[in-house]
Structures are given as C-alpha cells and as structure tokens.
Nanobody
Framework: VQLVESGGGLVQAGGSLRLSCAAS????????MGWYRQAPGQERVLVAT???????YYADSVRGRFTISRDNARNTLYLQMNSLKPEDTAMYYC??????WGQGTQVTVSS
C-alpha cells in the first residue's frame, strides 16, 4: 500500500510544474484524493481535493492557478500548477484522505 509523488523541482516565478502521485489500487479506487503542502516551519495545509467522480475543491490561495485531476485507469493523481509564486514553495504531499500519505515532493519557486 503506497503513494509515490513525483514531478517537483525548482522553477522560476510564473512557471509551471505538474505533480504526479502513483497509488496502489486499493487506496485509490473509489476514494477521494487530495494534495496538501507544508512550508518550512508551517503546518501542513490543504491545496486541493478531488472526489471519485472528479469533483474538485481548491484552497483560495491556488484557485484559478492549480488544477487537480485523476486517471482512474492508472491509479494516478495529478496537480497541474501554473503561474507559480514564491509562496507556493513547499513540500507537496498526496493523500487518500483516509490516513495514507506519500513521502512528498519538493517544489521551490524562485523570485
């Protein structure tokens, strides 16, 4: 049972990144999924969630810039991040919102 994030990196402000989260079928299929992020010295906060039927919710700070999606055939969760800002710098985690978390992928946005 696992969640494995990828796609993080260093990008300039205004750039884009696409995060992926590969999941075991047992914790992905039929479950809502989500992305959280945690900046140094701060609490982990919700970024976006997506239901099993692909209804999406976004935090105010990312709405209009980030897009969450899922590929149920591949058991994979995505987060397309556009117009990145330095304040988006954080470790990004995927979760099945039922207690399973990935190890995180670092996103760093330079000004």
């Amino acid at each position: 049972v696992q969640l494995v994030e990828s796609g993080g990196g260093l990008v300039q402000a205004g750039g884009s990144l696409r995060l992926s989260c590969a999941a075991s079928g047992s914790i992905f299929s039929g479950n809502a999924m989500g992305w959280y992020r945690q900046a140094p010295g701060q609490e982990r906060v919700l970024v976006a969630t997506i239901s099993s039927a692909s209804y999406a919710y976004y935090a105010d700070s990312v709405r209009g810039r980030f897009t969450i999606s899922r590929d149920n055939a591949r058991n994979t969760l995505y987060l397309q991040m556009n117009s990145l800002k330095p304040e988006d710098t954080a470790m990004y985690y995927c979760t099945n919102l039922r207690g399973y978390w990935g190890q995180g992928t670092q996103v760093t946005v330079s000004s």
